[in-house]
């Protein structure tokens, strides 16, 4: 081997253990969607939450691998082992990162319809998302698939930019969830005579650890959204922590104290800063976060207290929905070369891109959980929901006395 190969090969292989080490990363982010979820629903649901969220990866797993990666990116892996060690195996890595961030969709769905769903109709309805709606989408945005950045770059001198998925996955994750949840219906005993009724969550430190671990996988989903070593960047890691300490103090502030609202702050920070977190300033990174705190407080509240039907347990909405909106919007303003950002971004673009993002999670939502409803059936009957989905569905209690 001469010492061009030797390099080659090295850096190769340098590439797939730097892609790999970022998709054990967020895939360890599972597990913070999982105890966040189990922290926050009644005790009654703990176990439903981790069956769920372990279940969807599973099934998002072998439908993104088999459907949805070719959608999204044209390639298949209906080829012999010897082909797919090429290059050290990295494209069946990358497949692998990227896997987790499909499967982060139906994760963002479970926290937002907790308590009141059937299992098997909607495990089926994320198989759909996965394996068809979500690389849709995923395609055009960053594969070029359907002409839309090609457009957008013609018109507005830039296309799309969505660095690490405030858009492509979060926000698509929470539309898609506002439409599950607006079909399923609140909870029952949430609204009597018009007032809320307060459904405490069940165990604060789950909800604390759940909202730690997203917080260190991030740093995985969005550094190592890079996908080579050559491609890193210190400026994504530092925009990330701006953005969720953001995230963190206005959520403290406006949410006065309460826990809820300061342990999902850093997430919304962290949510909204994925798409320009390679392009803006840490300042910028920083506001970017803390008006993500904000829209998080706010809507929460409104939705909880003004919308009855509206009742999004985790508040997945405005955490994933509105703030990776927010997010593919901030990455045109403060990506801006005269804000300090990197330029080449345009704010007309990022609009467009981030409206067509919730309009394919509305318009997919609405056809698969549509037809999931009339043929099946989204929701668990009064009494299984006042038994709790644990007893109801998985015939055991998350913790036993004997």
């Keep these: 081997m001469d010492i061009t190969s030797a390099v080659e090969s090295l850096t190769q292989s340098a590439n797939t253990l730097f892609l790999l080490i970022g998709a054990i990363m967020v895939l360890a982010m599972h597990a913070g969607f999982a105890f966040l979820e189990v922290g926050t629903v009644r005790h009654k649901n703990q176990v439903n939450a981790l069956v769920k969220i372990m279940t969807d990866f599973g099934v998002s797993a072998l439908v993104y691998f088999f459907v949805g990666y070719q959608i999204a990116y044209g390639t298949h892996f209906f080829q012999g082992a010897e082909a797919l060690t090429a290059g050290h195996g990295y494209d069946l890595v990358k497949f692998f990162f990227l896997m987790t961030f499909a499967a982060a969709i139906p994760a963002i769905v479970s926290g937002g319809i907790a308590e009141r769903a059937r299992f098997y109709p909607m495990l089926f309805a994320a198989a759909v998302i996965v394996g068809v709606v979500y690389p849709f989408f995923e395609g055009i945005v960053w594969n070029g698939n359907f002409g839309l950045q090609a457009w957008l770059a013609a018109t507005f001198g830039a296309g799309f930019h969505d660095f690490a998925g405030s858009v492509v996955v979060h926000a698509f994750g929470g539309w898609v969830a506002l439409v599950a949840l607006l079909l399923l219906g609140a909870r029952r005993g949430r609204y009597r005579g018009g007032k809320v009724v307060a459904f405490a969550p069940s165990n604060i430190p789950f909800l604390s650890l759940g909202a730690w671990i997203l917080t260190i996988g991030w740093f995985g989903f969005n550094v190592m959204s890079a996908q080579t070593l050559d491609g890193i960047s210190g400026l994504v890691a530092v925009n990330s922590l701006m953005a969720m300490v953001g995230g963190i103090l206005v959520a403290m502030v406006l949410g006065s104290k309460d826990p809820g609202f300061i342990h999902n702050g850093p997430l919304a920070g962290l949510v909204a800063v994925c798409a320009g977190s390679d392009l803006m300033h840490p300042i910028g990174a920083l506001i970017t976060g803390g008006v993500s705190g904000a829209l998080f407080v706010v809507l929460f509240e409104w939705a909880q207290n003004r919308v009855e039907r509206l009742d999004d347990v985790l508040g997945v909405w405005p955490l994933h929905g509105v703030c990776g909106v927010w997010g593919g919007i901030a ?37 698969v959980y549509g037809a999931i409803a009339k043929v099946a059936g989204l929701r668990l009957s009064e009494e299984e929901e006042f038994d709790g989905a644990d007893l109801s569905i998985h015939r055991i209690g998350a913790t036993s006395m004997d």
């Design 331 to 367: 990455a045109g303003i403060f990506g801006q070369s005269w804000l300090g950002g990197l330029g080449g971004v345009s704010l007309m673009a990022q609009l467009i891109g981030s409206l067509a993002g919730v309009a394919v999670a509305v318009i997919g939502a609405l056809v």
